[in-house]
T-cell receptor
Framework: SQQGEEDPQALSIQEGENATMNCSYK?????LQWYRQNSGRGLVHLIL?????REKHSGRLRVTLDTSKKSSSLLITASRAADTASYFC?????????FGTGTSLTVIP | DGGITQSPKYLFRKEGQNVTLSCEQN?????MYWYRQDPGQGLRLIYY???????QKGDIAEGYSVSREKKESFPLTVTSAQKNPTAFYLC????????????FGPGTRLTVL
């Protein structure tokens, strides 16, 4: 069964706006990672947040983790057309790990 | 120029044929992975390996086989037993295990004719 589920499935915003996508999971995790995939390409790692961390920043990215709600959010501020991509969360627990189904983000110039 | 390479980029296969997808990394990573991605879907794990000569099945290993004879290479064979092999295949590597950042190759798009 799939561990991570992203919400929304698709998101369309204007350039300059902020984009927020969420990831929910079912069991306690060790780490949660976010990846980006441009159409037809491999995934690129964005950020890793450990289970004992609540928030991390990297450039225009802000990730939060709420272990009590078993959820994480990825915020992209001041979005650009180049941010158009699919975004996936990945969770690991024990010796298992899963990628979610992804959020497809479209940033309109 | 370090990274992970996959070949070929596009692959066509007739039904009933086995085909092998190549994956090579020069990052000196111990762990390597194969994923399958169907249109509009997330990634599903086929096999992974954390050390040479050892590998574990993922969620959808049936109809696939792998080998890990060298640290830098993790080829995937799609056998004729795989019922619906048309998909996008992604190879990845990480330093030790899935808790580390995974580096992905560009993918191989396999089409069964």
């Amino acid at each position: 069964s799939q561990q991570g589920e992203e919400d929304p499935q698709a998101l369309s915003i204007q350039e300059g706006e902020n984009a927020t996508m969420n990831c929910s999971y079912k069991t306690s995790i060790n780490n949660l990672q976010w990846y980006r995939q441009n159409s037809g390409r491999g995934l690129v790692h964005l950020i890793l947040i450990r289970s004992n961390e609540r928030e991390k920043h990297s450039g225009r990215l802000r990730v939060t983790l709420d272990t009590s709600k078993k959820s994480s959010s990825l915020l992209i501020t001041a979005s650009r057309a180049a941010d158009t991509a699919s975004y996936f969360c990945a969770t690991d627990f024990g010796n298992q790990f899963y990628f979610g189904t992804g959020t497809s983000l479209t940033v309109i110039p | 120029d370090g990274g992970i390479t996959q070949s070929p980029k596009y692959l066509f296969r007739k039904e009933g044929q086995n085909v092998t997808l190549s994956c090579e990394q020069n990052l000196n990573h111990d762990a390597m992975y194969w994923y399958r991605q169907d249109p509009g879907q997330g990634l599903r794990l086929i096999y992974y390996s954390q050390i040479v000569n050892d590998f574990q099945k993922g969620d959808i290993a049936e109809g696939y086989s792998v080998s890990r004879e060298k640290k830098e290479s993790f080829p995937l064979t799609v056998t004729s037993a795989q019922k619906n092999p048309t998909a996008f295949y992604l190879c990845a590597s990480s330093q030790s295990g899935p808790w580390d950042e995974q580096f992905f190759g560009p993918g191989t798009r396999l089409t069964v004719l």
